[in-house]
């Protein structure tokens, strides 16, 4: 079975913090994503990458950013956290397109 | 780009009646549509899906069909067991520009034994 690990699954951070979110999938899987989650809106894409060094920005990507240094893992970073961003922070993984995404547990993050 | 709703919200079914949950979708050229099973604590887990060139699909208990003409998907659960308590997202996909899913908000599913 893929595994997606996530390095967290609480975080409580100080406004103005730089936060690093972290995710790692274990199976050579290409593509990888990050969404929020927030209660009545679902999940939305915040950064995703189908490739090494490669970014893209989903639907939300304003005050994120993301790092993918290697294959397996791909990381999320709140530049300077703000109360908004509390929120759960799933990662996923893909084979390719037209493939189900694997999640992780999830990164439950509250900033103060 | 696409935009996906589901209905409804929150649903309650007494231990062994079905369970229905509708999606539609807005961009007739979204081609894949897979549900996720989310329960308390843990990330989605894919369940089942479906492709555009398919219009039903069925695993044991949960099968999935698809309108493209409506574009609207539906998942059907049947003899529904506690342990299907949990919140259900649906998305779709075009695969021929990329990997992206659009969620639908999700329906919270209650069980009562």
């Known amino acids: 079975d893929v595994k997606v690990t996530q390095s967290s699954r609480y975080l409580v951070k100080r406004t103005g913090e730089k936060v690093f979110l972290e995710c790692v999938q274990d199976?050579?899987?290409?593509?990888m994503f990050w969404y929020r989650q927030d209660p009545g809106l679902g999940l939305r894409l915040i950064y995703f990458?189908?490739?090494?060094?490669?970014?893209e920005k989903g639907d939300i990507p304003e005050g994120y950013s993301v790092s993918r240094e290697k294959k397996e893992r791909f990381s999320l970073i709140l530049e300077s956290a703000s109360t908004n961003q509390t929120s759960m922070y799933l990662c996923?993984?893909?084979?390719?397109?037209?493939?189900?995404?694997?999640f992780g547990s999830g990164t439950r993050l509250t900033v103060v | 780009g696409e935009n996906v709703e589901q209905h409804p919200s929150t649903l309650s079914v007494q231990e062994g009646d079905s369970a229905v949950i509708k999606c539609t979708y807005s961009?007739?050229?979204?081609?894949?549509f897979p549900w996720y099973k989310q329960e308390l604590g843990k990330g989605p887990q894919l369940i089942i899906d479906?492709?555009?060139?398919?219009g039903e699909k069925k695993d044991q208990r949960i099968a999935v069909t698809l309108n493209k003409t409506a574009k609207h998907f539906s998942l059907h659960i049947t003899e529904t067991q506690p342990e299907d308590s949990a919140v259900y997202f649906c998305?779709?996909?075009?695969?021929?520009?990329?990997?992206?899913?659009?969620f639908g908000t999700g329906t919270s599913l209650t069980v009562i034994p």
């Open positions: 996923a993984s893909s084979l390719g397109t037209g493939q189900g995404y694997t």
């Open positions: 199976m050579d899987h290409e593509n």
């Open positions: 990458s189908y490739d090494v060094k490669m970014k």
């Open positions: 961009d007739s050229a979204s081609n894949y």
């Open positions: 479906i492709r555009s060139n398919v």
């Open positions: 998305a779709a996909s075009i695969t021929n520009t990329g990997n992206q899913f659009y």
